[in-house]
């Protein structure tokens, strides 16, 4: 309904299929570029093209040798990106990987590839047995990028992934010495196949069979041979033309053809390519075949439209159409998309088409928009929707800006309208024109924008160093910046001299971008320059690192092994100051690791344990540097018990104490010195083992083997307590049965411990007439408990009266409630102190 669209350069095939030609660039070649003279090979996604003078075009130079070629690299708006000077050998074909990578193909069945930058990457071989290369193709597989070459002994070569270059032999084409006129590659269902044409016959090989297949071509009109052939984008579609001038389209399995068109035309064609849509019917599909001066547009119903060019052009196959290159233009043909053609198409009568027009009726303050938006009141959401889809297929920002404003203008009339696709669109097209500048040169569509997904278009923008760029585009979708900024800072390693002002701009910039839930590392960016020789600059950036398990094991790498020790010990991770530790003690020079290490405690501590459970003469020498006399002694004592040693070390252990002015230690060395001297004198003399026994234990022994006066010799020279000694005997005694013994040593002198003891092993051991001899003399407020645990209840009950204890009393009661006689006594005494309260 409205003319706001360019329409004019919209042409039809076939009913409700419309086509447009859009204008993207007019190029900005040198003066010196003619592509009447180049060989064009273009990356598809708007990226990179290559030009190289024509193989055919080379001047022979005096001798056996041939010009080498320099290769041209520029951008979809013309802009020189790079140039490599070929020298290597001779170039067979030429073409880019999904990966923007470019392609070199030699007839020695090598296969050389750089960055757009001209920057050489890696080469592969084809196969030992490929040699004389005579054709080749770069094709799109479902693995990425793969190669396809024919040699001279018609032997066909595939590898279908540049990423991992294992090359497979198809059939083996003995019958074809001539007569091979072209060839293609499908790759469906990852497998590929090669299509060979042959007089009027399509040849099929596949990898795996004896022998190929072949397929006879039959047309309503007579011809010898197919002289071209062109697979679709998606690999779905083939396309045919024969000698006659006539197109054949159809599957790309051969089982089903789509119409014929006769050209009318005598003249070989320089390319053909599809226009594929993304409705995959045969019916919405064309076919673009360029010639000298004109390109032919031929749908798959048989309608055709007509091109004419005053200078040479190139055809670019895409996933949604097909960019013609010429030498002052670039420009684009695609079916019209379905929601544009329901605005601007002659006589549509859609919703979004009123809504269009109802917006551009309010602009223009007439009553006439109110009756337009009546029309599709009940449509409304459908309008507004298919303006916000068709802005996204516009390339003309006016037309974008016309069309979103209707949408804005629309949703103001629905209620409860969610706007996040109305929203969405709006950043899509704000990055799609910044991509489509022509500094920057990539005129991606919307289908392939959605395709590609943000993170591998931000990838492109940071191989063409757009950083900048690829940091608002970041933001603008709410994607993460880290690996921008990570790449920026690859750039400024690897190009600016200065690393003092490397570092300084690193770090202002990675500072200003960290944010709690993104985190840029100084570790990555340390690490390159490590690899580019910057040691010094790596060094300055991990500093900044605040993650120490990163930090730290590069901080190693770099030689730098003290920054190392400090980074481990401020985390407090043990793992990694043994980490650290462990590395410095294979690297660095005994006395120098010792004197770092000294200087930070906590190292040392943990390499101290280390020791201890790995070396213990390292850990000796140690506390020997150090002058710990007090470590030293423990170790020399701990070494002495694991091998049964002491005596020996006793003295070296005693003297290490004394240095280190433990008095206490000191006199225990030498009290141990003096009795297992007592030991050795007593086990000679009894023919037992006492030695290496505690005092305690021996003066036990000695009691018990009845030398009464060697213990009591030990008891004074050693100071032992009475009460110590006292308990010892009591207990001896009464192990031994030695009751009178027993009564003498009590009767002996006054008891340092009580005889409450002397009561308790007599019950030990059973013996209650012989605890009753010491219950007397037990101390009054123990009397009770006593007299109870011996069982006499009558003088325990005598003895809680006296106290005036009407508790122990109830406990006598509770124990004998099979005496009547005593329960009676105890109630009567119970009773009698009640009565007294």
């Not at 993207?24 to 070649?29: A, F, G, K, Q, V």
């Not at 055809?315 to 329901?342: A, F, K, W």
């Not at 213990?616 to 091998?643: C, H, P």
């Not at 308990?727 to 009767?747: G, M, N, P």
Request: aromatic content about 10%.
């Amino acid at each position: 309904m409205s003319l706001l669209c360019n329409t004019g350069d919209w042409f039809t095939l076939g009913q409700k299929n419309s086509y447009r030609k859009i204008d993207l660039y007019s190029m900005d070649w040198p003066a010196t570029i003619n592509l009447e003279q180049m060989t064009v090979h273009a990356a598809s996604y708007g990226g990179p093209v290559a030009l190289v003078k024509d193989f055919k075009q080379f001047l022979k130079l005096s001798g056996s040798g041939s010009a080498k070629p320099v290769i041209r690299i520029f951008n979809c708006a013309g802009k020189l990106i790079s140039s490599i000077n070929w020298d290597n050998g001779n170039l067979v074909c030429m073409g880019w990987s999904d990966a923007e990578e470019f392609l070199c193909v030699q007839d020695d069945g090598f296969v050389v590839i750089y960055d757009m930058f001209g920057n050489f990457q890696h080469k592969f071989s084809m196969g030992k047995d490929v040699t004389e290369v005579i054709d080749a193709k770069i094709f799109a597989s479902s693995s990425g990028t793969g190669v396809a070459v024919i040699t001279a002994s018609h032997k066909i070569y595939i590898v279908n992934s540049i990423k991992d270059p294992k090359s497979r032999p198809l059939s083996e084409l003995l019958s074809l010495p001539t007569g091979l006129t072209s060839w293609e590659l499908v790759s469906q269902e990852r497998t590929t196949c090669c299509l060979l044409s042959r007089d009027t016959e399509i040849i099929l090989a596949r990898h795996g069979e004896s022998a190929p297949l072949t397929h006879v071509i039959t047309m309503k009109s007579d011809f010898s041979s197919i002289i071209l052939m062109a697979v679709s984008f998606n690999h779905r579609h083939l396309a045919l033309y024969t000698n006659t001038g006539v197109i054949w389209m159809g599957s790309a399995d051969l089982k089903t053809k789509y119409c014929e068109y006769a050209t009318g035309r005598t003249e070989r064609p320089q390319q053909i390519a599809w226009c594929c849509d993304e409705d995959p019917t045969p019916d919405n599909q064309a076919v673009v075949v360029s010639y000298v001066s004109m390109v032919l547009v031929v749908g798959t119903t048989g309608d055709s439209n007509i091109y004419t060019y005053d200078s040479p052009m190139v055809l670019i196959q895409e996933m949604d159409g097909v960019r013609i290159l010429t030498n002052g233009y670039h420009e684009l043909i695609q079916r019209v998309p379905r929601c544009t053609s329901n605005i601007f198409g002659i006589g549509i009568s859609e919703p979004a088409s009123f809504l269009f027009e109802a917006h551009r009726k309010f602009q223009e303050r007439s009553h006439q928009s109110d009756e337009y938006l009546c029309l599709i009141r009940d449509r409304l959401a459908s309008a507004v929707a298919e303006c916000v889809q068709a802005a996204g297929q516009e390339f003309d920002t006016h037309t974008q800006k016309s069309l979103i404003r209707a949408a804005y203008f629309g949703k103001g009339f629905l209620s409860g309208y969610n706007p996040e696709e109305y929203i969405e669109m709006c950043r899509v097209l704000r990055v799609l024109n910044a991509l489509r500048d022509r500094n920057v040169g990539m005129p991606l569509t919307l289908r392939q924008f959605n395709f590609l997904q943000p993170l591998v278009i931000l990838d492109r923008l940071i191989f063409r160093k757009h950083y900048g760029l690829a940091i608002q585009v970041a933001k603008h979708l709410k994607l993460p910046e880290s690996r921008i900024l990570e790449h920026w800072a690859f750039h400024k390693i690897v190009h600016d001299k200065n690393e003092e002002e490397v570092a300084r701009k690193i770090s202002e910039k990675f500072l200003s971008h960290q944010t709690r839930t993104e985190r840029i590392s100084f570790a990555n960016v340390a690490k390159k320059a490590q690899q580019v020789g910057k040691t010094k600059l790596a060094i300055t950036l991990l500093e900044l690192e605040p993650r120490k398990s990163l930090q730290v094991p590069l901080l190693l790498k770099l030689g730098a092994n003290e920054k190392a020790l400090m980074a481990a010990t401020q985390s407090g991770d043990t793992d990694l100051i043994y980490m650290v530790i462990l590395e410095m003690k294979s690297t660095t020079a005994l006395a120098k690791f010792q004197m770092t290490i000294r200087r930070f405690p906590l190292a040392q501590n943990l390499y101290k344990k280390y020791c201890q459970a790995n070396s213990l003469s390292t850990l000796k020498d140690i506390y020997s540097q150090e002058d710990d006399f007090q470590s030293q002694a423990e170790l020399g004592l701990r070494e002495a018990l694991e091998i049964n040693n002491v005596e020996v070390s006793i003295p070296d252990i005693s003297g290490n104490y004394k240095k280190a002015n433990k008095t206490l230690e000191t006199e225990a060395c030498d009290e141990t010195k003096k009795l297992m001297k007592h030991q050795k004198t007593l086990d000679e003399k009894y023919q037992k083992r006492l030695y290496g026994l505690p005092l305690h234990a021996t003066i036990r022994q000695l009691l018990l083997l009845g030398d009464i006066k060697y213990a009591e010799r030990l008891k004074s020279e050693f100071r032992v307590p009475d009460r110590r000694f006292w308990w010892l005997r009591i207990q001896v005694l009464s192990q031994q049965f030695q009751w009178d013994e027993l009564e003498k040593f009590a009767k002996s002198k006054k008891s340092p411990i009580g005889y409450e003891p002397f009561v308790e092993v007599c019950l030990a051991q059973g013996k209650v007439d012989e605890a009753k001899k010491y219950l007397p003399r037990c101390g009054e407020e123990n009397k009770f408990k006593w007299y109870l645990r011996a069982g006499c209840h009558v003088e325990a009950a005598t003895i809680a009266y006296e106290q005036k204890d009407i508790d122990s009393l109830l406990k006598i009661y509770d124990c004998c409630s099979n005496d009547p006689a005593l329960l009676a006594k105890v109630e009567n005494l119970i009773g009698q102190l009640s009565s007294k309260k």
